[in-house]
C-alpha cells in the first residue's frame, strides 16, 4: 500500500514553455501533498505544501506564479512549471500523506521527475 | 541553525555487517517525528523507519533499527546484515509538530552508503 505515482518521469522542454508534473496517491487517499526539489548531490528542498480543495502554501523563496499548484481531488496534485527556463532544470519530488494514518504521517514519495529545458 | 545534521557524506561498509549512519537534529518543539529514508540512484525516495518524540522504544523495520537518544538529540539509523542492493542516498528528516498535522519534513544533507562486495 501507500503507492505515489508521478508523471512524466522525465521531460525536455523548451525555453519559455510549461510543464505539468502529475502527482497522483494510488490506493489512498491524501489530503497533504508536497512538493520538492532536488538538484543534484543535494538534499531536497520543500517548495510548497498542497492541500485538497485550498491553494497551496508556498515556502519562502518559491515563486508561486511560476510553480503553479492544484489539487483538485484526494488522490491528484499537479505542479506547472509556467515559462520554464534553464534554471528550472532540476528533479522535482512529491510525496502525500496518508489521510487515514494519523500516527505516524508518514510521507509517502513519487518516483520523481527529471525536468530538463533548453 | 541546522535543524537536521547528516556529518558522513560518504560511508563504506563491507557486505554482511552492520552500519551506523549518524543523525542528529534540532528543535524546541517537544512533539516531532523522525524520518529516514533511502534513495537509490533511481531517485525515488523510500520511506525505511520513523521515530516519534515520545516513543519510548526504538523503532525496528526488519534490518533497520533507530538508536533514538532523545537527550543528545541524535537519531541514528542502523542497518544489520548489509547487502549490495542497500548501497544509496540515506536521508535523514523532521517534521516538527503533532503527529497528524501534516508536518512538514526538513531533511538532511544525505549519507551517501556504498556496500562493498
Known amino acids: 500500500g501507500a503507492v505515489v505515482s508521478q508523471h512524466p518521469s522525465w521531460v525536455i522542454c523548451k525555453s519559455g514553455t510549461s510543464v505539468k508534473i502529475e502527482c497522483r496517491s494510488l490506493d489512498f487517499q491524501a489530503t497533504t501533498m508536497f512538493w520538492y526539489r532536488q538538484f543534484p548531490k543535494q538534499s531536497l528542498m520543500l517548495m510548497a505544501t498542497?492541500?485538497?480543495?485550498?491553494?497551496?502554501?508556498?515556502e519562502q523563496g518559491v515563486e508561486k506564479d511560476k510553480f503553479l499548484i492544484n489539487h483538485a481531488s484526494l488522490t491528484l496534485s499537479t505542479l506547472t512549471v509556467t515559462s520554464a527556463h534553464p534554471e528550472d532544470s532540476s528533479f522535482y519530488i512529491c510525496?502525500?500523506?496518508?489521510?487515514?494514518?494519523?500516527?505516524?504521517?508518514?510521507?509517502?514519495f513519487g518516483p520523481g521527475t527529471r525536468l530538463t529545458v533548453l | 541553525a541546522q535543524k537536521i545534521t547528516q556529518t558522513q557524506p560518504g560511508m563504506f561498509v563491507q557486505e554482511k555487517e552492520a552500519v551506523t549512519l549518524d543523525c542528529t537534529y534540532d528543535t524546541s518543539d517537544p512533539s516531532y517525528g523522525l524520518f529516514w529514508y533511502k534513495q537509490p540512484s533511481s531517485g525515488e525516495m523510500i520511506f525505511l523507519i520513523y521515530q516519534g518524540s515520545y516513543d519510548q522504544q526504538n523503532a525496528t523495520e526488519g534490518r533497520y533499527s533507530l538508536n533514538f537518544q532523545k537527550a543528545r538529540k541524535s537519531a541514528n539509523l542502523v542497518i544489520s546484515a548489509s547487502q549490495l542492493g542497500d548501497s544509496a542516498m540515506y536521508f535523514c528528516?523532521?517534521?516538527?509538530?503533532?503527529?497528524?498535522?501534516?508536518?512538514?519534513?526538513?531533511f538532511g544533507s544525505g549519507t551517501q552508503l556504498t556496500v562493498l562486495p
Open positions: 528528516a523532521m517534521g516538527e509538530g503533532l503527529s497528524g498535522s501534516a508536518r512538514q519534513l526538513t
Open positions: 510525496s502525500a500523506r496518508d489521510l487515514y494514518r494519523g500516527i505516524s504521517d508518514t510521507q509517502y
Open positions: 498542497s492541500n485538497e480543495g485550498s491553494k497551496a502554501t508556498y
